[in-house]
């Protein structure tokens, strides 16, 4: 006999069946609230439009300098087929040197100015009888930096300890080059004692030629942040320094004795040195002028000198980056020698460059040294070039001067004396830069801005003559450092940072109508999970929209390349900014979501390539800043809509209306209207460190749809084309 109470069962079971009628045969429906849709609107005013460009000519990519052997892995048959067909137009060759502190050797063969001992200042033969294949940097040994944006394997030969080394400055920037007066371009050292210390003496021991008046200074404390982190570089500035006690010095004769700065101790950590006039002597034997043009220091000491005369050394000497005081220079000298080579970085050859069908038969965008090198050797390339009948998009002068300390005089000074011996033969060559590093945007402070920076550089080209010969400007664009911290909140500010930086870049005394160039864009400068992942794709896009609404003339995506995984030990990620991943030996592995959102942009969105494209604004009717959209009128009468949800969890329900400019009267799309979309349905990254992959990896959908019925799904990107009965709007 149960114990269970009889009745227990029959309630259960009550209950299991009024619930399955409820279910089956709902008395009621509780009312849902309905799917609230964004409203696209175009604006469409014919003979106003944002833009117009020609995607083929607009949508570019870079191809860098890489590690030893790696260009003839990278360069394999199909490794270039696969590039080609993300479908971007003309090429820019992107030039490590500049930012290593080091000389390009563009062609292996050429001229040293001391022929019999392989050494002094080099120019490379314009001769086109030999085919170049790849070319190498070669490393300063009067370098006076102590880190640099390379490879980063130098160390400042001002605190190397060891006496016959030396640091000097270009001689180009020397009165003798110039006719400006030698007071825009003083030298300069500065040293960073690592954390603030006692001080009140100094001893430099002089190389040649040495400075015959200078000035020592320590910085004021409000601007250590610009030097340790923000590549703090208006040196000049006379507010931001504080004079010792003793602090101006002449020294007719190269003397290297103990100065004493003050009769008490200062508290100070970086210390500069500002040289303004000097001896003009060189070493014994040199015949070269340029060997006594400029200032050289053999050796630095700063520290204390008590009563009794016994001087306290605090800098550290050691010939490693990694030991020494940290050191910056205006500029560096590059007289170097064969010795010197990098094998460790190569750089494609021009020929190769050029012949291997990565350029698309379209005008390239080519560097020249112009930090570091001589504008002979500059000159020699506009000549290769003109030689081969390789045709040109334009010569970028320089590579990231504002991040490299450099004055905005002295970069000015050695673009004039550059391109004026360029355009001499060569009047129809386009010249531009200096591809700057960043749009300082964060510290509007004139001190520290973009604006000023350019201000200065472009108005001395107009007092020297040569604002003529500034054809276009260059800059780069990673808007996040970061690369760790939420991709979903990144996503959402970049089309304001952008919007910002150009907006800047507009306010500048340069012509309104010089044309714009992103030189490299990508997520970030360094490496991380998001590059790789669907966020990638959908950054790279929206960075393409936003500056082609901005009138940018010209894009060019950094990563082309087949790569590897580089490790991110901030957030114990790996990424790169590429398009497909590879092996050791070259083989690529698969693509990343960087190669299908360029495919979007470039195959789908701004077609037909070869003819012009409108671009017309667009507004939503709601603040939603998970959105964005870009509209083309294209040649073939097809309306063109790039939209991107950087919603990570949610879809978005879209309707499109095209509006004339008074917002009076819409019309829509005719359905059904053709959608390319791409997401995580068809991509999705697995992160395992250096052997990271994606484990979903199809090709963007293309589908018909009703105009009135399209979805975005969360971290998409959509290209909708379509046409309409007519534009004319009332």
């Not at 170049?132 to 394997?153: A, C, F, M, V």
């Not at 879809?651 to 995580?680: E, G, W």
Request: charged fraction near 20%; proline fraction near 6%; glycine fraction near 6%.
């Amino acid at each position: 006999m149960s114990c269970a109470k009889p009745y227990s069962i029959n309630i259960a079971a009550m209950y299991r069946l009024f619930f399955l009628l409820l279910l089956l045969n709902p008395p009621f429906v509780f009312p849902q609230k309905p799917v609230e849709k964004t409203v696209i609107r175009v604006i469409y005013s014919p003979g106003k439009p944002l833009n117009t460009f020609i995607p083929l000519k607009s949508l570019g990519a870079g191809f860098d300098g890489h590690g030893s052997g790696e260009i003839d892995k990278i360069l394999l048959p199909e490794n270039i087929k696969a590039m080609q067909s993300s479908g971007y137009g003309p090429l820019t060759y992107r030039l490590r040197t500049e930012l290593a502190n080091e000389v390009w050797h563009w062609n292996p063969n050429g001229t040293w100015s001391d022929e019999k001992n392989k050494q002094g200042y080099w120019t490379s033969s314009a001769d086109t009888n030999n085919y170049i294949s790849l070319s190498y940097s070669y490393k300063l040994p009067r370098r006076g930096n102590t880190y640099d944006q390379g490879d980063n394997e130098g160390y400042s030969r001002i605190d190397d300890g060891k006496e016959p080394t030396f640091w000097k400055s270009n001689p180009y920037l020397d009165e003798y080059y110039s006719d400006s007066k030698k007071e825009l371009h003083p030298q300069w050292i500065v040293i960073d004692l690592g954390k603030e210390e006692y001080i009140n003496a100094v001893k430099i021991n002089w190389a040649q030629p040495y400075a015959t008046a200078f000035t020592i200074d320590f910085a004021v404390p409000s601007i250590y942040q610009y030097f340790t982190q923000f590549g703090y570089y208006e040196i000049n500035d006379s507010s931001l320094w504080m004079p010792f006690l003793h602090g101006y010095f002449t020294n007719q004769h190269g003397d290297n004795k103990v100065i004493r700065l003050s009769e008490n101790f200062t508290k100070a950590r970086f210390i500069r040195i500002r040289m303004t006039q000097s001896s003009h002597t060189a070493l014994p034997g040199s015949s070269d002028i340029r060997d006594s043009l400029g200032f050289a220091i053999r050796e630095i000491y700063i520290g204390t000198l008590n009563k009794r005369g016994l001087f306290t050394d605090l800098v550290q000497h050691f010939s490693n980056k990694h030991q020494q005081s940290k050191i910056y220079v205006s500029s560096t000298d590059c007289w170097h020698r064969a010795i010197d080579i990098n094998t460790q970085t190569e750089q494609i050859g021009i020929d190769r460059f050029y012949e291997c069908g990565l350029t698309n038969h379209l005008p390239a965008l080519i560097p020249v040294g112009i930090l570091y090198d001589t504008p002979e050797n500059a000159f020699a390339l506009a000549e290769y070039l003109s030689k081969r009948k390789y045709i040109t998009e334009g010569i970028e002068m320089g590579e990231e001067a504002d991040g490299q300390s450099v004055t905005p005089e002295d970069y000015a000074q050695l673009y004039e004396f550059w391109s004026k011996k360029i355009r001499q033969s060569y009047p129809e060559l386009k010249l531009g830069g200096p591809s700057l590093e960043t749009v300082n945007i964060k510290y509007p402070d004139e001190l520290f801005s973009t604006q000023t920076w350019l201000n200065r550089f472009y108005k001395f080209l107009e007092i020297h003559n040569a604002s003529e010969n500034f054809n276009f400007l260059s800059f780069e664009w990673y808007p996040f450092d970061a690369i760790c911290n939420d991709a979903a909140e990144q996503l959402k500010k970049a089309p304001a940072l952008l919007n910002a930086a150009m907006n800047d870049l507009y306010k500048t005394i340069l012509p309104k109508n010089i044309p714009m160039y992103i030189s490299e864009y990508g997520y970030s400068a360094f490496s991380g999970r998001s590059e790789v992942s669907i966020e990638g794709a959908l950054m790279n896009a929206d960075i393409v929209g936003k500056f082609l609404s901005l009138h940018g003339a010209k894009a060019f995506l950094y990563g082309l390349e087949p790569n590897l995984l580089e490790a991110n030990n901030d957030c114990l990620t790996f990424g790169n900014n590429m398009l497909f991943g590879r092996n050791e030996k070259g083989k690529i592995l698969y693509k990343t979501a960087a190669y299908y959102g360029l495919k979007m942009l470039t195959q789908y969105w701004a077609t037909p390539a070869a003819k012009p494209v409108t671009m017309y604004p667009t507004s939503i009717n709601k603040i939603n800043n998970k959105i964005s959209s870009y509209a083309l009128y294209c040649a073939d009468s097809s309306w063109s809509l790039l939209l991107i949800n950087k919603d990570p969890l949610k879809p978005m329900n879209i309707h499109i209306k095209i509006f004339n400019d008074n917002m009076d009267s819409a019309i829509l799309l005719n359905s059904p209207v053709t959608i390319y979309q791409y997401s995580p349905r068809q991509y999705k990254w697995k992160e395992n460190g250096y052997y990271g992959h994606p484990v979903l990896n199809l090709p963007p959908i293309k589908k018909a749809n009703p105009a009135s019925q399209v979805n975005l799904p969360p971290y998409s990107l959509t290209i909708i084309r379509g046409k309409v009965k007519q534009l004319q709007l009332k």
